[in-house]
């Protein structure tokens, strides 16, 4: 099967041309191929953006055990709708994929449920190091320093420094300091108030935890990427990375203040919690900077009843993965980043972070994830359209310039003009952990 994107503005490494795009089976085969070739489909693109399919390194897709709140076959067909065509899922379902076992489970699940391409992490616990050591067909290790239920929550010392000596997949870590959370909880007595929630989750918390899992990797040598960056502090500890340290940040600690919490209470209730204005400018100046180097989601659904409790019965996270594209996009036109900067952020890095093959970006060679966006169509996020099984997004009523309008994945349109085709499956990402991930791909 071959398919010709014709006249689109292609986003390139390092450049935006307009050219034409050969798809062959599942491969990108040529870019500006020779006017006489037979197509099977020819697809006018009319100027309109093509862009590298979406990497989201950070997903909590609930299944199995938590499907209520979200399933791979809802959020993947969110994932369709937005341009994210790759997902790397967090290990904290129930039961946790905290073995081989259950990573293989999961892996089963996607390959019968998942619209779009998938791999997942397994999970540290404090007495699973046999597991990590042998773990096959993963892209790394997932660790919850801080904010976690059960087992997966690893804050001592002897269980982290195993971890980190004695492993060899690149770590994930979420970074916030218990001990300083229980602190805080303790000194603040009776909360019944969510901006108590940032006062618990503080800057400290954030700062103490990375600085701490910044030490752990550069003794041991051992590459880290720090999950959710939300604070100033942070950034200038990421500045000595070592060539060891990636980090992320996601679209509700760069577009939501602690002011938010006036008008969308515990719906923008997360963790780490939401900074101030200055966090979220000095988090765009480090993405800008290449300081922090993906741009994930952390999309963590709860259905709406659940988020709607009373604070501190409410629980944290939120639903992005079919609204950050457009989210981001919006922000081009509001001159913050470019579509180079984007195409950066959420495709080629996270690829060359988790060491996955054949992704990231439009090249001869790598597999067919592609998106075709309008950057002139106008929507307006309404909680009623939502594809992903929660039904409802903080982002509700906001009016977003620039969005997808048709999604390839490995060479097959799985969404185009508002429809997913449910027939189109992805397929499970390959890594090359050998290659040596971001910095030693990149050079820099």
């Known amino acids: ?88 899922e967090m290990p904290n379902t129930r039961p946790a994929t905290i073995s081989q076992e259950r990573l293989l489970e999961k892996l089963a699940l996607a390959r019968r449920h998942s619209r779009v391409n998938y791999g997942f992490y397994i999970g540290a616990t404090c007495d699973n190091l046999a597991e990590l050591k042998a773990a096959k067909r993963t892209c790394g290790i997932k660790i919850f320093m801080g904010s976690s239920t059960g087992d997966l929550l690893v804050d001592e010392q002897e269980a982290l420094e195993a971890i980190f000596a004695e492993t060899t997949l690149p770590i994930a870590m979420h970074c916030e300091d218990e001990a300083t959370i229980r602190t805080n909880r303790k000194r603040l007595g009776e909360i019944t108030s969510v901006a108590d929630h940032s006062r618990i989750r503080d800057h400290r918390a954030a700062w103490v935890a990375t600085r701490r899992a910044m030490d752990l990797a550069h003794r041991h040598g051992h590459r880290l990427h720090v999950l959710h960056v939300s604070t100033a502090e942070e950034v200038e500890l990421l500045k000595d990375h070592r060539k060891l340290v990636t980090a992320e940040a996601c679209p509700h600690h760069l577009l939501f203040t602690v002011a938010d919490y006036e008008s969308l209470g515990t719906l923008v209730q997360m963790n780490p919690s939401l900074k101030t204005a200055e966090d979220g400018q000095a988090l765009w100046k480090a993405l800008r900077e290449r300081t922090i180097h993906v741009v994930a989601t952390d999309h963590a659904p709860h259905t709406l009843e659940e988020k709607q409790r009373p604070y501190p019965d409410s629980p944290s996270g939120l639903p992005a993965v079919e609204n950050l594209l457009p989210l981001m996009l919006d922000q081009v036109h509001q001159g913050r980043c470019s579509l180079l900067d984007l195409a950066d952020w959420m495709a080629d890095a996270p690829a060359l972070v988790w060491d996955i093959v054949g992704k990231g970006r439009i090249a001869v060679g790598y597999d067919a994830d592609l998106v075709l966006i309008d950057m002139d169509q106008e929507k307006t996020v309404r909680n009623e359209e939502q594809l992903t099984k929660c039904g409802w997004s903080p982002w509700h009523g906001r009016t977003l310039r620039g969005w997808p309008v048709r999604t390839w994945v490995g060479g097959k349109t799985v969404y185009c003009h508002g429809v997913v085709r449910d027939d189109v499956r992805g397929s499970e990402v390959v890594y090359d952990h050998a290659r040596g991930g971001y910095w030693a791909t990149r050079g820099t």
């Open 1 to 88: 099967m071959k398919t010709l994107i014709r006249n689109a503005d292609v986003v390139l490494p390092g450049e935006i041309v307009r050219l034409d795009v050969l798809i062959e089976d599942d491969r990108i085969a040529d870019l500006d191929p020779a006017v006489q070739i037979a197509v099977d489909e020819t697809v006018e693109a009319g100027g309109k953006v093509l862009f590298p399919g979406v990497i989201d390194d950070q997903v909590h897709f609930r299944e199995p055990g938590l499907t209520h709140k979200e399933d791979l076959e809802h959020a993947t067909r969110a994932c369709a709708k937005g341009g994210v065509t790759t997902f790397l």
